[in-house]
């Protein structure tokens, strides 16, 4: 406040709990009077969530930043071809998946990235993005060379209990014997209850 300023003690009920509390008047020198409304103990809870809800931005923000490869991280909606785009992005989480199948250069993967951020940032859900060629190495891995295939397949069951599952090139016609083997594994976890629809 400017030194000029006067200041009183006033007893007034705070906005929040509505309890009453002394509060500091000030009258300006332009005459205008300003008064605090909140009790102390109710600003500082409003600062702390205010504090809470911030880091949780960030953190969700910072879970989205490491799930998303830095290539998706700055898609252009306006610039990806806008036939399927509006479906996808329009899609809800529930029981009926979807699917994204089309040639290799149809922006399949940037326009699901764009709904993973609807989803991470606007909703709060928990995602699991798989790269299908690690994941197919990691299943190759698994089955052929350290033969415990059954056991890692067993564990990946966690990730059944996220919100949704991404993987690109997932499935393929070419899909490797170990990797349909984990995928099997796997699947019958989910609890889907409808096939995905395809787009």
Known sequence: MPADSETQQVEVNCRVCGLPFTACRYVLPDKRVIIAGVCDKCYGAKVVAIREDAAKKEATTERWLQLCPILYQRTDPARLPQTQLPEVLAWQYGPEGLLLVGPT?????????????????DEGRRVEAFDG???????????????????????LAHVMSCSLMTSARAVSRRASRPRCSALLSVGPRTGCRSSPRRT
């Not at 060629?133 to 564990?155: Q, S, T």
């Open 133 to 155: 060629l690690a994941f197919d190495h990691e299943c190759v891995r698994r089955f052929r060379d350290e033969g415990d295939g059954e056991e890692w397949a067993d564990g």
């Open 105 to 121: 250069g149809t922006y399949k993967t940037r326009t699901a990235y764009l709904l993973l951020k609807r989803l991470v940032l």
